[in-house]
């Protein structure tokens, strides 16, 4: 599981930062990827990846601000165009249905995939055996999204050299044993399968948050994650601005990383007036409050441990 960032840049694109794209690469989970937000031209962006458009299932937008949707129309119809013929998904707020279905109408662009478009509200927005998908409302100009990804606890590994020392052979039984399954051997034995199980592997959790003030909410989205996506528009001396804008600093989003007991944070959505020169300070602003805090930059890759 890792993320990949398309675009870190707030606003506007700038030469150096696209606006705000997250790819969540799930290939080894589930052969998919899913992508957070969609700025204008993130589709040029995967360009310079290895991404497969037609591998992205899901899509989940924060909000409808221009700057995190409006490369959406486009990558919908290259995805068509590049032979994607597999159901597509897409999470966002109230809008994004009108937004979508206008924009694909007006341009008269034919989708040859089924296009599912969910308006959400607060709750679990997505589930199935492998993930748990929730969202909740941040502190924004408009309606502004957070996401937590949770990834449900994998089964124990069999332990095959316990079974062959119980004179359990290797077969068709020990996909029942690992399925936990009350069994009765042809020597009248009955042995349950969970103990022959390592324990279970805790899942991972991801958290994805929109464009946002400091709130309780991002709190209660970022607890106890592996990792943390969170805004950092302005330096930590740009709190009232910061404020006035409904954004974060790079000090306000480390605090919210520490009090949430998270294991790492990515600082993105830098705003342009930061250049190249400034952007180890912003970072060491964070570190100085959570030292395991990376600024990431347009196509850094970041393993979700």
Excluded at 44 to 51: D, E
Excluded at 163 to 171: A, E, F, N, R
Excluded at 220 to 238: G, M, Q, Y
Aim: charged share 25%; proline share 3%; glycine share 8%.
């Amino acid at each position: 599981m890792e993320l990949l960032f398309l675009g870190t840049g707030a606003g506007v694109p700038a030469k150096s930062r696209n606006v705000t794209s997250i790819a969540l690469k799930l290939l080894e989970e589930r052969n998919a990827i899913w992508l957070f937000d969609c700025g204008e031209a993130t589709q040029h962006q995967i360009l310079h990846t290895s991404l497969k458009p037609r591998k992205i299932e899901k899509i989940f937008i924060t909000h409808l601000h221009g700057d995190h949707i409006f490369g959406l129309p486009g990558f919908l119809g290259s995805r068509s165009f590049q032979g994607g013929i597999s159901t597509l998904d897409i999470y966002g707020p109230p809008g994004i249905k009108a937004f979508v279905e206008t924009a694909l109408s007006v341009s008269e662009t034919h989708l040859q995939y089924a296009l599912n478009i969910h308006e959400i509200h607060q709750g679990i927005v997505f589930e199935d055996e492998q993930f748990t998908v929730e969202a909740q409302l941040l502190e924004h100009a408009i309606p502004s999204f957070g996401y937590r990804i949770i990834e449900k606890d994998k089964q124990g590994t069999l332990d095959a050299e316990k079974l062959k020392c119980d004179g359990i052979q290797p077969g068709p039984i020990y996909s029942r044993i690992k399925n936990g399954e009350t069994i009765v051997l042809d020597d009248g034995r009955v042995i349950h399968g969970y103990e022959y199980l390592g324990p279970a592997k805790k899942g991972k959790i991801v958290t994805i948050l929109g464009d946002t003030r400091h709130c309780e909410a991002a709190l209660e989205l970022a607890k106890d994650a592996n990792i943390v996506v969170h805004e950092a528009t302005f330096n930590e001396e740009s709190e009232q601005m910061a404020f006035n804008y409904f954004h974060s600093t790079t000090a306000q989003a480390a605090n919210t990383a520490k009090q949430a007991n998270a294991k790492c944070l990515c600082l993105t959505h830098i705003s342009s007036r930061y250049g190249k020169e400034e952007w180890k300070k912003l970072e060491e602003e964070a570190k100085q409050i959570f030292a395991q805090t990376i600024l990431v930059h347009d196509f850094m890759e970041v393993d979700i441990h």
